[in-house]
C-alpha cells in the first residue's frame, strides 16, 4: 500500500514546511495554517460529523514517511501517513481520525461556496466520492466508488444527477474488496494545493482513485447501469 509522504506532528502554525506534491511532482514550500479549521463542528451534507483540526495539522503533510513514528498513525482506508492530532475524533467510517480532518479542511472552501455555486457542488461532490471510495468499509455498497463510473467515465454532473447517485446506496455491490494500494490521497491532494487549483486536483484524484478500482470496474459500472435504470 501507498504510504503518504506525510511527517510527525510537532510543526508550529506558520511554520514554513517542505511538500512534495504527488499530482505535480512540485516540491516547494508553504506555510502552516494558522486559523482554527472548522471548529463549528457542523455536519456536512454527507452526514459525516467534520473534525475540527487544529492549527498546523494540514502541516502533517511532509515529505518523509514514518509508520513507525509514534506520534503517527497509518489511515485503515487511504493508507495516509499522518500526524496524530488528540483529542481528533472522527466518525467518519473507515478513516483516521487525522485523515478525515485533513479531507474536511481540504474542501472546506468548496463547501462555503457550494450552495451558492453548482460547478462547485459538483466538485465537491465528486471530492466527496473520491475520498470515500477510498475508505470504504467492509460489507457496506461501493456506493462511491460505483458513483466514480458516472462522474469519471461517463461524464455525468454529480449535483445534475445527484438522485442517480443516492440510488447507489441500493444497487452498488456489497462485497468488493478494494484496491490494496493508492495512487493518490487526500494527502497529496493537499501538498500540492499551492501549485494547482482545488478542482483540477479533485478531479485527477477521482480518476486516479477510480482507475486504483480497476479489478471491480465491471461490477462498478453494472450498479451505475442499475441506478440509471431505476426509475426516479
Ligand atoms: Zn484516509
Known sequence: MRRSPASGGGVAPGATIRTRGALTGAVGTRTAPSDPVNSAGRPDAAGHDPVGLPP??????????????????????????????PPLTTDHPGASPSCAGLFDVTVRGLRDEARADLRTAAVLQLARDAYDAQHQVAGQPAAAAAALCLWVTRGLDPVREREVGARLADTAPTALTPPDRWT?????????????????????????????????????????????????
Open 56 to 85: 498546523g495539522a494540514v502541516a502533517a503533510v511532509l515529505d518523509t514517511a514514518v509508520a513507525e513514528d509514534p506520534d503517527t498513525a497509518v489511515c485503515p482506508g487511504c493508507g495516509a501517513v499522518l500526524a496524530v492530532v
Open 184 to 232: 493518490t490521497t487526500v494527502a497529496d491532494v493537499a501538498a500540492d494545493l499551492d501549485v494547482v487549483d482545488l478542482p483540477s486536483l479533485v478531479r485527477s484524484w477521482a480518476e486516479a482513485v477510480w482507475r486504483d478500482w480497476h479489478g471491480s470496474h465491471p461490477e462498478l459500472c453494472a450498479a451505475a447501469d442499475r441506478a440509471q435504470r431505476l426509475p426516479g
